[in-house]
Every structure is written in structure tokens, then in C-alpha cells.
């Protein structure tokens, strides 16, 4: 395996007395897509939330792997789960969850503004990203007046800027029709895997999960099963 980006060890979490992660393992390779898929209630949103640094774990050791060294990021506080989310992360959730009221281009710039980058060097980032994802001229367009599938672009075009190493997705496609989500998937893992990123999608779609190099399987809290797919889609950088 490649170096890996992201390590979790015996990762556990419980719900009062629902144990949602019943201690999970795992290694993300650079470079590498994994989906997780299981049936309802597995446990699949409670450990991307956890590798993700948007809960914090029961137990276990999450390890984040950057150029700069290794940082244990289970332990972190709402600060520290912040910054790691906005210096390291990626996101791309069901439906977009874009500001309504901002224009495409604001909306993939957001990420960077909160991060200091100034609006000039934001904008040109995010309409680069634009035109990767095949939504030049639609820069200045409201969420309200782009369909389902270019929303999603737009919320894969978000979760790039910034340079993560690791982008998160849950059930990105799940608000799509098959062709479209096929579109969506393709571009998410052109710009993540593509593009040297790693990226976590959480899935109930067999499609999706075909497209990735990886799948484990959940039940329960626990890793069940796992295979590799010989011919995930391998996107040239
Ligand atoms: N905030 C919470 N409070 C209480 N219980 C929770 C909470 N979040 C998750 N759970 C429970 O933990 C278990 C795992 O939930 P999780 O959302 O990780 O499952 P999932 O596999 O992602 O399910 P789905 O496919 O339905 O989204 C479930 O039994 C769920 O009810």
C-alpha cells in the first residue's frame, strides 16, 4: 500500500446504550477511494464523522498523516476538529447543502474566505474549480437555478479548494438518477483520487461503490467484509 493518509484503530463510539462503532481499523491510502457501505444504522455516518474530526470517538486512535509529520486527531477539542476540518478536509454531502443565497462561485470560494485566503484569490480558485467540474458559465448562478446534478458539481468543486488531503462524501449521489450520479461520481473521483487526494464516500449505491478501489462492508459497528475492485475507475492526473 501507498503511505497512508489517514490510519483509525479500534475506533469506537456508543449512543447511551446503542454502540454505533465497535471497533473499527482502518487504513487510507494517498491517492486512494473508499466506499463504505452496510445496511441502515451500520454505523457508516458515525465513523466518516469520526475519521472526519466532526465527533470525537469512545476509544481508539485516529492518525492523520501530513507531509509535516503524524497528528493524533481523535483526542482534539471543537477547535481543534474545526481547524483540522478546514486545513484537511474535504466535504461533499446528499443534497449540497450550498447557501442559497450565494452564487456558485461564492459558494466554492466560502471554504477558503473562512480560511483567510482574500476574495480575489478565492474567486479565481473556485471558478478554476468550476470549469473543471464542466460549469463554466454557470458561475454566477443560485443553488435555485442549477439542477440536482450541478449542484452536486458545485458541492464537489467546494470540497477542492484549499488543496485537501482527504475529502469526505456521504451518499453524494443519493438525491441523483442513475446517469447523473454517474456524471457526479465520475467527477468527484477525477478531482480526489485523480488529483492525488484520497476520498471516504459513505454509500448504498452498488454503482458508486464499483467506481472506488475499495469497499468494506459494515455491520454493526464492526468491518464484515472488505474487497478491492480490480477495475474501480483509475482516473489519469
Ligand atoms: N446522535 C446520535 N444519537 C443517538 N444515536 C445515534 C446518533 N447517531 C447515530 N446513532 C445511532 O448509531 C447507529 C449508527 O448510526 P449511523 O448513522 O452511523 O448509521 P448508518 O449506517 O450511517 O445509517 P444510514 O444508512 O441509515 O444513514 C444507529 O443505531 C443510530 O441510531
Known amino acids: 500500500m501507498n503511505t497512508p493518509v489517514l490510519t483509525g484503530q479500534s475506533v469506537a463510539k456508543t449512543y447511551g446504550p446503542t454502540v454505533a462503532l465497535a471497533g ?31 465527533i470525537t470517538p469512545d476509544a481508539g486512535a485516529i492518525t492523520l498523516h501530513t507531509p509535516h509529520g503524524a497528528q493524533r486527531i481523535d483526542g ?10 478546514r486545513k484537511h478536509y474535504g466535504f461533499v454531502f446528499q443534497q449540497g447543502l450550498l447557501l442559497p443565497e450565494l452564487t456558485a462561485v461564492e459558494n466554492v470560494a466560502l471554504p477558503l474566505l473562512l480560511d483567510g485566503t482574500d476574495r480575489r484569490a478565492a474567486e479565481a480558485e ?18 435555485g437555478q442549477l439542477s440536482g446534478g450541478q449542484q452536486q458539481r458545485v458541492a464537489v468543486a467546494r470540497a477542492q479548494v484549499g488543496a485537501p488531503a482527504v475529502v469526505f462524501a456521504d451518499e453524494p449521489t443519493g438525491a441523483l438518477d442513475s446517469r447523473t450520479s454517474a456524471q457526479v461520481m465520475q467527477a468527484l473521483l477525477q478531482t480526489t483520487t485523480g488529483a492525488g487526494r484520497s476520498l471516504v464516500v459513505v454509500t448504498h449505491d452498488e454503482q458508486v461503490a464499483a467506481a472506488c478501489h475499495r469497499v468494506l462492508h459494515l455491520s454493526d459497528g464492526r468491518i464484515v467484509r472488505e474487497h478491492r475492485n480490480a477495475t474501480a475507475t483509475r482516473v489519469a492526473s
Not at 25 to 39: P, R
Not at 76 to 85: F, I, M, P, Q, S
Open 24 to 54: 473499527v481499523s482502518l487504513e487510507l491510502a494517498a491517492a486512494e477511494s473508499v466506499a463504505v457501505m452496510g445496511a441502515s444504522g451500520s454505523g457508516k455516518t458515525t465513523l466518516l464523522h469520526c475519521l472526519a474530526g466532526i
Open 76 to 85: 482534539l477539542d471543537a477547535e481543534g476538529r474545526a481547524t483540522l476540518r
Open 126 to 143: 473556485a471558478t478554476h474549480w468550476l470549469h473543471v467540474l464542466g460549469l463554466a458559465g454557470m458561475e454566477e448562478r443560485r443553488p
